[in-house]
């Protein structure tokens, strides 16, 4: 698997664990070998590929396919990890372990690159053994970190933390070394074919993202763990497959190790171990706790816990003045945290007259029998709010099949099956899309509380990109009001405001947009201590919706924070803070000087919008002095922690993967140089990492972008990675079609990269303007669409990184294995770069840096034609 | 004569063992000064926002005499009295010493109080409470947690204070209504039993926020006439926008 495939395999992990990072691909390329090889007929030949084959072998079939094996359980490894480390640790936290292990690649280059001689005489050994150790150290690597008692909340307090982190860096960098290895053997080995061997690599890569995403479906994740694996081991086996009988014993002990860790994740070993601190470990310390359920697919490890001694009695923000208690309810956890309920409903409408006691309710209270919109109904509390409040009928998104099974099924007797209710809709699928396509138009759209509080007042979504949290989403529920219906979005208050203004702020721009002239006159703002609700009109408040929105906060002892016509001496009544916060920051938002105040803001709360999807991240460079000196008087918990991991993440990655880079430099210059033209070290270097950052930009980029056209962001990460690794592979093997001669020339570079410009450049600039075009055509049509756009994309993106490797290969073979550790470090780094850089300036203008970087790659062109212009 | 000096020898011992043992009790005890005059600067500090300058000095005198060491893991003790939450097992922590001291000025004791504590953890806000009134009403719900803190108060002579291992959603009606209470555990929403068994004139404190982290303190006070309101309070002196208001 190439460095490319690295990074695309992060990219997707993090949406599969709604986590914050990307990475993505970059290409690779293959490398022919000179050697000879016991099977080298095998495989060569095919139309026009035979100019450049005859000359060179490629390596034996089983060779090839336990090179696609490697990278296979290499790509699906990646995903899986990030899934894991989402759910025993926080995700924030497994997008930097990962980020770091992935320099084994980086490592691995430098490796192959010192030894390369000594490797060159044991090849097949080294990469059947290498294989081995990736399969072993996948799982073994794993079980050991996730023992290593690292604490994230303690990172700053406690001194022993960060070696703990370390400890965990380099067993997560053992199996990524073990694999990159055997792709970079391979590679360097058959330099002259790395279009063919580069094709094999990468299309296992794409057969392992989407068969760990069925897998994670279908199994536990600690099994498909084991099936990851045993992959590898079996490649190390196909590795040994030869006619002696020590290498026929060792790829048996392979195939027997292969069956052990199967057994050992799917039994013994086989549920993940979790942080104490996550809320789901914290939950079964309670006396009398028991776990009734489990389930798990990419979009999450669901626990259902039962607590009848302590009962559980989740009503975020319940007022004071609530007559009665919430029903029984059953705890259920999405990676062991963020606790939701499943109520208990016997069809009794008196048990639920709590849920007129939240903040949520109170869009119920101005408009009668409304048609209501449920958007992430999870667990379907919010469902049985609107039917409590007397909804004739009621539509439900969730994206979650499993959650929803959980309450319809398996605990059905239990939920009373909210969802089969008369007048309820259920629509599996995610909200956004669902706005885009619906014709329909409601009195009431309620964007639920989905993520837990302790994760979101700690910033660990900082990095999560949500397009539920954008200004365009806010416009797309607004055209779905009926005249006088209600968005209402609720969130949790933290102190100092921070969601809760800039969710306001980007009301007041959608509204705007959408062509109101005085947003205050549409606008409601109302908070408890724990929750505050936001409504937005399609219409200006009467005189009577303000009066009941003032009886129903008067009943509750909630406050409000805006209404039009608001006076300053009510913002206090009931919940009193140091300063009128709400109330001024909802006024200073409105004004003239709307700007400023965001500017002057010490959180980032400038709307989020989809270019720059980041609603969470809060954070800003500023503050971070003044809350680090506030340490010992309770200032880290304003620390946002997302953020500045991200940045951490960039700098450990930058020293490390220049140390990989630089090293193996001075032993580059010891070796007698052997080959027609000397290039150049620092244009090589820069031509590989120019490639390794615009392909992962790109990448990344377009995954984002994708995830509006196909909506849910697991299909978006599925369909754009598979189809870019498949494309890529293919427009890598079809560069093979080139002569030696002709990847010498700077122009068998320059036409795929010319490609790859025009098609980035348009697609960036068509895109936003063609998804509300087709956002309602059927799924099937829409992925469709997305492979039509990706799969030129990609193909034209899979020839710089083979082409310019058999250039220099041709010049110094040595080189071969460090660009291609040039260019795995540049990939590594730029996915954590891109996403730094989309919070900033937004995934378009990463685009237009890619762009530009291709367009250098042309004149970096490291081939001899090139540096002599012929 | 080999008798003597083998007596001798023993003396030495104990009393180097002695020493020892005071030096250490030595240590903790200036350590605690130290971690006492450290949450004085603090308040200090947000005293412009506060505009109170120091908390009660009955309640900084508490700090200074609990023994906090005794209420982590022995690989902890020399952290104690950091100013920095700590670990006690079973996911639970021990809260920052400042947030202790201003949670426990912000219930305003009395001696004569009867106060309510939910969430007892590893006993010390308990104790330092025990310190301070008449009677301590302290509940868990993590039972090795209740029952190694009922133990350990014990042992440390706390006789003021009763432990119990039950769900605290309904409070502790037999010894209600109580001067103060205390919700140290992670609550949704405050139960309402709670705010019944608050005394008129009552003070309520929950802590929110996540293990290691309190984001702000909530403040629920009772009137004389039976009303609640609430405070959030930001325990960081912190203006979140730049420049003057």
Redesign the interface.
């Given at each position: 698997m190439s460095a490319g495939e690295r990074g695309s395999t992060q990219c997707s992990s993090r949406n599969l664990s709604y986590s914050p990072l990307v990475h993505c691909n970059d290409e690779f390329g293959s490398t022919t070998c000179r050697s000879p090889s016991p099977l080298a007929g095998e495989g060569r030949g095919e139309g026009p590929t035979r100019a450049a084959a005859s000359k060179h072998a490629l390596p034996p079939a089983r060779l090839r396919f336990a090179l696609s094996l490697v990278s296979a359980a290499a790509l699906a490894y990646e995903i899986l990890l990030t899934r894991l480390f989402s759910i025993v640790q926080w995700h924030h936290f497994a997008y930097m372990m990962i980020s770091v292990a992935l320099l084994g690649y980086g490592a691995a280059g430098a490796f192959v690159t010192l030894l390369q001689d000594w490797l060159a005489r044991r090849f097949e050994a080294a990469f059947a053994l290498c294989a081995a150790l990736f399969g072993l150290s996948a799982a073994g690597c794993y079980l050991l970190a996730q023992a290593v008692p690292f604490?994230a909340?303690?990172l700053l307090?406690d001194l022993k933390q960060p070696l703990w982190l370390l400890v965990v860096y380099l067993l997560l960098f053992l199996p990524f070394f073990f694999a990159a290895i055997c792709v970079c053997l391979m590679l360097t080995r058959y330099a002259d074919l790395a279009g063919r061997i580069y094709s094999f690599d990468i299309l296992g890569a794409a057969a392992g993202c989407l068969l760990v995403i069925l897998g994670l479906f279908a199994l536990a994740p600690l099994t498909v763990l084991g099936g990851v694996s045993a992959t590898a081991l079996a490649a190390g086996a196909l590795g040994c497959v030869r006619r002696t009988l020590r290498s026929s014993m060792a790829a048996a002990a392979s195939l027997v190790a292969a069956g052990v860790v199967l057994w050992a994740l799917h039994g013994p070993f086989g549920r993940p171990q979790l942080s104490?601190?996550?809320d789901l470990?914290?939950t079964l310390?309670?006396?009398g706790t028991r776990v009734l359920a489990e389930t798990s697919s990419p979009l999450g490890w669901l626990t259902v816990v039962e607590s009848p001694?302590?009962?559980f009695?989740?009503?975020?923000?319940?007022s004071?003045n609530?007559p009665g208690?919430p029903p029984e309810q059953l705890a259920l956890f999405t990676d062991g945290a963020g606790m939701n309920a499943i109520v208990r409903f016997d069809g009794a409408r008196q048990p639920l007259a709590y849920l007129d006691y939240m903040t949520s309710a109170l869009p119920y209270h101005l408009v009668e029998h409304p048609h209501v919109l449920v958007l992430g109904a999870g667990s379907g509390v919010d469902v049985l709010q609107a039917l409590y409040a007397g909804a004739t009928a009621v539509d439900a998104v969730e994206l979650n099949a499993q959650v929803v099974r959980l309450v319809e099924e398996r605990f059905a007797s239990f939920s009373g099956r909210p969802y089969k209710q008369p007048g309820v809709t259920l629509h599996i699928g995610e909200a956004r899309g669902f706005l885009a396509a619906s014709r329909q138009r409601y009195d009431v759209i309620q964007l639920a509380l989905l993520d837990a509080f302790?994760a979101s007042?700690?910033g660990l979504y900082a990095l999560s990109e949500s397009y539920l949290y954008t200004v365009e989403a806010l416009e797309s529920a607004l055209n779905r009001l009926a005249p006088g219906g209600y968005l209402s979005v609720t969130r949790w208050?933290?102190?100092?405001?921070r969601d809760t203004l800039k969710l306001f702020g980007m009301a007041v721009t959608a509204l705007e947009r959408s062509g109101v002239s005085d947003p205050g006159r549409n606008l409601v703002l109302i908070r408890g201590?724990?929750t505050a609700t936001l409504l937005v009109k399609n219409g200006a408040l009467t005189a009577r919706d303000i009066e009941r929105v003032r009886s129903f906060c008067r009943e509750r002892?909630f406050d409000v924070g805006w209404y039009p016509g608001m006076q300053v001496q009510e913002a206090e009544r009931?919940?009193?803070?140091?300063?009128p916060?709400f109330y001024?920051g909802a006024v200073a938002l409105l004004g003239a000087r709307r700007a400023e105040?965001i500017d002057?803001?010490?959180?980032y709360i400038a709307p989020a919008v989809d270019d720059r999807p980041y609603f969470f991240r809060f954070f800003e460079w500023?503050t971070l002095p003044?809350?680090l000196r506030?340490k010992?008087?309770?200032?880290?918990?304003?620390l946002e922690w997302g953020y500045p991991l991200l940045a951490v993440t960039l700098v450990q990655s930058l020293l490390l993967g220049l140390v990989l880079i630089l090293l193996p430099l001075r032993m580059l210059a010891r070796r007698p140089f052997q080959g027609p033209v000397r290039p150049m070290r620092a244009l090589v270097a820069a031509y590989f990492a120019a490639i390794g950052v615009a392909f992962m930009f790109v990448e990344i980029a377009f995954i984002q972008k994708f995830v509006l056209l196909l909506h849910h962001p697991l299909y978006a990460v599925a369909v754009a990675l598979f189809a870019f690794l498949l494309s890529a592979g293919l427009g890598s093997r079809r560069s093979q079609r080139l002569s030696d001669a002709a990847v010498q020339r700077r122009q068998a570079v320059a036409a795929p990269v010319v490609a790859i410009i025009v098609a980035t450049l348009v697609y960036a600039a068509v895109l936003p303007r063609l998804l509300p075009l087709v956002a309602a055509l059927p799924e099937a049509v829409r992925i469709a669409l997305a492979l039509a756009l990706i799969l030129p994309l990609g193909f034209a993106m899979g020839m710089p990184f083979p082409l310019a490797v058999r250039a220099v290969a041709a010049l110094e073979r040595a080189l071969v294995p460090w660009a291609w550790g040039v260019n795995a470090c540049a990939s590594v780094v730029s996915a954590v770069l891109a996403t730094l850089l989309a919070i900033h300036i937004g995934f378009t203008r990463v685009l237009l840096i890619a762009a530009v970087l291709y367009g250098l790659a042309v004149w970096l062109y490291p081939g001899r034609g090139a540096k002599t212009g012929a | 004569m080999r008798c003597p000096t083998r007596l001798r020898l023993v003396a030495t011992l104990l009393l180097a063992a002695g020493l020892v043992c005071s030096h250490a009790q030595d240590r903790f005890a200036s350590e605690r000064q130290h971690m006492v005059r450290?949450i004085e600067r603090?308040q200090l500090?947000?005293s412009g926002?506060t505009g109170q300058r120091a908390l009660d000095p009955k309640v900084m005198a508490v700090m200074g005499r609990v023994e906090r060491h005794r209420f982590v893991g022995e690989g902890l003790q020399s952290e104690a009295y950091?100013?920095?939450?700590l670990?006690i097992?079973?996911?639970?922590t021990i809260s920052?010493p400042?947030?202790v001291a201003l949670m426990t000025d912000l219930m305003q004791t009395k001696s004569g109080h009867r106060v309510l504590e939910l969430g007892t953890g590893s006993g010390y806000q308990a104790a330092v409470l025990a310190e301070l009134v008449r009677e301590v009403y302290t509940m868990e719900?993590?039972?090795p947690l209740g029952k190694q803190a009922a133990e350990r108060l014990a042992q440390l002579g706390y006789r003021n204070v009763q432990v119990k291992?039950a769900?605290g959603?309904y409070g502790w009606p037999e010894h209600a209504p109580f001067d103060s209470i205390i919700v140290t555990a992670?609550a949704?929403?405050?139960?309402?039993a709670l705010?019944k068994q608050l005394k008129p004139g009552g003070r309520l404190v929950v802590p929110?926020?996540?293990?290691?982290?309190?984001?702000?303190l909530?403040l629920?006070e009772k009137q004389a006439d039976g009303s609640?309101?609430?405070?959030?309070?930001?325990?960081?002196?912190?203006?979140?926008?730049?420049?003057s208001?």
């Amino acid at each position: 698997m190439s460095a490319g495939e690295r990074g695309s395999t992060q990219c997707s992990s993090r949406n599969l664990s709604y986590s914050p990072l990307v990475h993505c691909n970059d290409e690779f390329g293959s490398t022919t070998c000179r050697s000879p090889s016991p099977l080298a007929g095998e495989g060569r030949g095919e139309g026009p590929t035979r100019a450049a084959a005859s000359k060179h072998a490629l390596p034996p079939a089983r060779l090839r396919f336990a090179l696609s094996l490697v990278s296979a359980a290499a790509l699906a490894y990646e995903i899986l990890l990030t899934r894991l480390f989402s759910i025993v640790q926080w995700h924030h936290f497994a997008y930097m372990m990962i980020s770091v292990a992935l320099l084994g690649y980086g490592a691995a280059g430098a490796f192959v690159t010192l030894l390369q001689d000594w490797l060159a005489r044991r090849f097949e050994a080294a990469f059947a053994l290498c294989a081995a150790l990736f399969g072993l150290s996948a799982a073994g690597c794993y079980l050991l970190a996730q023992a290593v008692p690292f604490n994230a909340l303690e990172l700053l307090w406690d001194l022993k933390q960060p070696l703990w982190l370390l400890v965990v860096y380099l067993l997560l960098f053992l199996p990524f070394f073990f694999a990159a290895i055997c792709v970079c053997l391979m590679l360097t080995r058959y330099a002259d074919l790395a279009g063919r061997i580069y094709s094999f690599d990468i299309l296992g890569a794409a057969a392992g993202c989407l068969l760990v995403i069925l897998g994670l479906f279908a199994l536990a994740p600690l099994t498909v763990l084991g099936g990851v694996s045993a992959t590898a081991l079996a490649a190390g086996a196909l590795g040994c497959v030869r006619r002696t009988l020590r290498s026929s014993m060792a790829a048996a002990a392979s195939l027997v190790a292969a069956g052990v860790v199967l057994w050992a994740l799917h039994g013994p070993f086989g549920r993940p171990q979790l942080s104490p601190y996550k809320d789901l470990s914290q939950t079964l310390e309670v006396m009398g706790t028991r776990v009734l359920a489990e389930t798990s697919s990419p979009l999450g490890w669901l626990t259902v816990v039962e607590s009848p001694q302590v009962p559980f009695r989740y009503a975020p923000g319940l007022s004071l003045n609530a007559p009665g208690e919430p029903p029984e309810q059953l705890a259920l956890f999405t990676d062991g945290a963020g606790m939701n309920a499943i109520v208990r409903f016997d069809g009794a409408r008196q048990p639920l007259a709590y849920l007129d006691y939240m903040t949520s309710a109170l869009p119920y209270h101005l408009v009668e029998h409304p048609h209501v919109l449920v958007l992430g109904a999870g667990s379907g509390v919010d469902v049985l709010q609107a039917l409590y409040a007397g909804a004739t009928a009621v539509d439900a998104v969730e994206l979650n099949a499993q959650v929803v099974r959980l309450v319809e099924e398996r605990f059905a007797s239990f939920s009373g099956r909210p969802y089969k209710q008369p007048g309820v809709t259920l629509h599996i699928g995610e909200a956004r899309g669902f706005l885009a396509a619906s014709r329909q138009r409601y009195d009431v759209i309620q964007l639920a509380l989905l993520d837990a509080f302790g994760a979101s007042s700690a910033g660990l979504y900082a990095l999560s990109e949500s397009y539920l949290y954008t200004v365009e989403a806010l416009e797309s529920a607004l055209n779905r009001l009926a005249p006088g219906g209600y968005l209402s979005v609720t969130r949790w208050v933290t102190l100092p405001p921070r969601d809760t203004l800039k969710l306001f702020g980007m009301a007041v721009t959608a509204l705007e947009r959408s062509g109101v002239s005085d947003p205050g006159r549409n606008l409601v703002l109302i908070r408890g201590w724990k929750t505050a609700t936001l409504l937005v009109k399609n219409g200006a408040l009467t005189a009577r919706d303000i009066e009941r929105v003032r009886s129903f906060c008067r009943e509750r002892s909630f406050d409000v924070g805006w209404y039009p016509g608001m006076q300053v001496q009510e913002a206090e009544r009931y919940n009193r803070l140091d300063e009128p916060y709400f109330y001024d920051g909802a006024v200073a938002l409105l004004g003239a000087r709307r700007a400023e105040f965001i500017d002057r803001y010490k959180f980032y709360i400038a709307p989020a919008v989809d270019d720059r999807p980041y609603f969470f991240r809060f954070f800003e460079w500023r503050t971070l002095p003044e809350l680090l000196r506030l340490k010992e008087r309770g200032g880290l918990p304003l620390l946002e922690w997302g953020y500045p991991l991200l940045a951490v993440t960039l700098v450990q990655s930058l020293l490390l993967g220049l140390v990989l880079i630089l090293l193996p430099l001075r032993m580059l210059a010891r070796r007698p140089f052997q080959g027609p033209v000397r290039p150049m070290r620092a244009l090589v270097a820069a031509y590989f990492a120019a490639i390794g950052v615009a392909f992962m930009f790109v990448e990344i980029a377009f995954i984002q972008k994708f995830v509006l056209l196909l909506h849910h962001p697991l299909y978006a990460v599925a369909v754009a990675l598979f189809a870019f690794l498949l494309s890529a592979g293919l427009g890598s093997r079809r560069s093979q079609r080139l002569s030696d001669a002709a990847v010498q020339r700077r122009q068998a570079v320059a036409a795929p990269v010319v490609a790859i410009i025009v098609a980035t450049l348009v697609y960036a600039a068509v895109l936003p303007r063609l998804l509300p075009l087709v956002a309602a055509l059927p799924e099937a049509v829409r992925i469709a669409l997305a492979l039509a756009l990706i799969l030129p994309l990609g193909f034209a993106m899979g020839m710089p990184f083979p082409l310019a490797v058999r250039a220099v290969a041709a010049l110094e073979r040595a080189l071969v294995p460090w660009a291609w550790g040039v260019n795995a470090c540049a990939s590594v780094v730029s996915a954590v770069l891109a996403t730094l850089l989309a919070i900033h300036i937004g995934f378009t203008r990463v685009l237009l840096i890619a762009a530009v970087l291709y367009g250098l790659a042309v004149w970096l062109y490291p081939g001899r034609g090139a540096k002599t212009g012929a | 004569m080999r008798c003597p000096t083998r007596l001798r020898l023993v003396a030495t011992l104990l009393l180097a063992a002695g020493l020892v043992c005071s030096h250490a009790q030595d240590r903790f005890a200036s350590e605690r000064q130290h971690m006492v005059r450290e949450i004085e600067r603090t308040q200090l500090a947000v005293s412009g926002e506060t505009g109170q300058r120091a908390l009660d000095p009955k309640v900084m005198a508490v700090m200074g005499r609990v023994e906090r060491h005794r209420f982590v893991g022995e690989g902890l003790q020399s952290e104690a009295y950091d100013n920095r939450p700590l670990p006690i097992g079973h996911g639970q922590t021990i809260s920052q010493p400042y947030i202790v001291a201003l949670m426990t000025d912000l219930m305003q004791t009395k001696s004569g109080h009867r106060v309510l504590e939910l969430g007892t953890g590893s006993g010390y806000q308990a104790a330092v409470l025990a310190e301070l009134v008449r009677e301590v009403y302290t509940m868990e719900i993590i039972e090795p947690l209740g029952k190694q803190a009922a133990e350990r108060l014990a042992q440390l002579g706390y006789r003021n204070v009763q432990v119990k291992v039950a769900d605290g959603y309904y409070g502790w009606p037999e010894h209600a209504p109580f001067d103060s209470i205390i919700v140290t555990a992670a609550a949704s929403h405050v139960p309402p039993a709670l705010v019944k068994q608050l005394k008129p004139g009552g003070r309520l404190v929950v802590p929110v926020g996540t293990s290691f982290l309190t984001q702000y303190l909530l403040l629920i006070e009772k009137q004389a006439d039976g009303s609640v309101t609430t405070r959030q309070i930001l325990p960081v002196a912190f203006v979140p926008l730049t420049g003057s208001h």
